[in-house]
Nanobody
Framework: QVQLVESGGGLVQAGGSLRLSCAASGSISSINTMNWYRQPPGKQRELVASITSGGITNYADSVKGRFTISRDNAKNTEFLQMNSLKPEDTAVYYC??????????????WGQGTQVTVSS
């Protein structure tokens, strides 16, 4: 079994910062790309940032220059540092990773989601 567990969400004022973490655990052979998605109220889930196993990153235009994705491969963990937060960043944030399990199957796994609320 493979699990992704997120932490670090909460309520913050506009202009503030939060750091999200996502730890993968279980029968993991390797982890390829790791991602952060978010789903604002009443809207579809959208990709926020991604990072390959080699550290190549990509960001949605709406968060470039404010958010930083990183990962610790030794701990199977990814992070999302969010600075200069805006009310429009309010959403449930989900971590996602392409993981090869020890039994050989590779597929997407999702965390349970963590709420980020930015007040104006």
């Amino acid at each position: 079994q493979v699990q992704l567990v997120e932490s670090g969400g909460g309520l913050v004022q506009a202009g503030g910062s939060l750091r999200l973490s996502c730890a993968a655990s279980g029968s993991i052979s390797s982890i390829n790309t790791m991602n952060w998605y978010r789903q604002p109220p009443g809207k579809q889930r959208e990709l926020v940032a991604s990072i390959t196993s080699g550290g190549i990153t990509n960001y949605a235009d709406s968060v470039k220059g404010r958010f930083t994705i990183s990962r610790d491969n030794a701990k199977n963990t990814e992070f999302l540092q969010m600075n200069s937060l805006k009310p429009e960043d309010t959403a449930v944030y989900y971590c996602n990773a392409l993981i090869k399990a020890t039994w050989g199957l590779t597929r997407d796994y999702w965390g349970q989601g963590t709420q980020v609320t930015v007040s104006s």
